[in-house]
Antibody
Framework: QVQLVESGGGVVQPGRSLRLSCAAS????????MHWVRQAPGKGLEWVAV????????YYADSVKGRFTISRDNSKDTLNLQMNSLRTEDTAVFYC??????????WGQGTQVTVSP | QSALTQPPSASGSPGQSVTISCTGT?????????VSWYQQHPGKAPQLMIY???KRPSGVPDRFSGSKSGNTASLTVSGLQAEDEADYYC???????????FGGGTKLTVL
């Protein structure tokens, strides 16, 4: 069955960096468009970034553009999110998700990122 | 990139129907048929309930239905059941550099 497992979350100081990963299994990762979505404590969902199946095209929310980089390794079925210059407002649960037919049909369980002085 | 507009709360008694709206613009909800709805129970990951405005993934009860008129999409839950109590989020493709938008979420309470 489809599985997405995020890792790499933790507590970090403002201005520092963190790299999240999402291990995919149970489907053909190399032909799938993948997203990162985050959810701040007690808040709604916020789209973060998307990457095409081959990694050639990447798009970001304005709130993270220039600080976050989405990437993928199709040889390892892994999606990544490099987060630099972290801010307290980046504190959230980060989910990776697969896109199918214009929707996110499978989500991981999420990984907590806390940015605190 | 403004979030789509949803009512913060909705409620209904078991067996009743409830409709949740999601208002955007002609650049997102009104411009594309890539509107989807997600259910999220506390502490859990979101689950896809509706895609492409009105299609249900396998396993989603037919009590859940979606529609769209102009810049507003709607999710209707018929025959409310206790397990339907959750947060619901709409989402839309927003074009321009392949951006996606989410609504602020609606907390559905089954009375």
């Amino acid at each position: 069955q489809v599985q997405l497992v995020e890792s790499g979350g933790g507590v970090v100081q403002p201005g520092r960096s963190l790299r999240l990963s999402c291990a995919a299994s149970g489907f053909t990762f190399s032909t799938s468009v993948m997203h990162w979505v985050r959810q701040a404590p007690g808040k709604g969902l916020e789209w973060v970034a998307v990457i095409s199946y081959d990694g050639a095209n990447k798009y970001y929310a304005d709130s993270v553009k220039g600080r976050f980089t989405i990437s993928r390794d199709n040889s390892k079925d892994t999606l990544n999110l490099q987060m630099n210059s972290l801010r307290t407002e980046d504190t959230a649960v980060f989910y990776c998700a697969r896109e199918r037919m214009g929707a996110l049909d499978y989500w991981g369980q999420g990984t907590q990122v806390t940015v605190s002085p | 990139q403004s979030a789509l507009t949803q009512p913060p709360s909705a409620s209904g008694s078991p067996g009743q129907s409830v409709t949740i709206s999601c208002t955007g613009t002609s650049s997102d909800v009104g411009g594309y048929n890539y509107v989807s709805w997600y259910q999220q129970h506390p502490g859990k990951a979101p689950q896809l309930m509706i895609y492409e405005v009105n299609k249900r993934p396998s396993g989603v009860p037919d009590r859940f239905s979606g529609s769209k008129s102009g810049n507003t999409a709607s999710l209707t839950v018929s025959g409310l059941q206790a397990e339907d109590e959750a947060d619901y989020y709409c989402s839309s493709y927003a074009g321009s550099n392949n951006h996606w938008l989410f609504g602020g979420g609606t907390k559905l309470t089954v009375l």
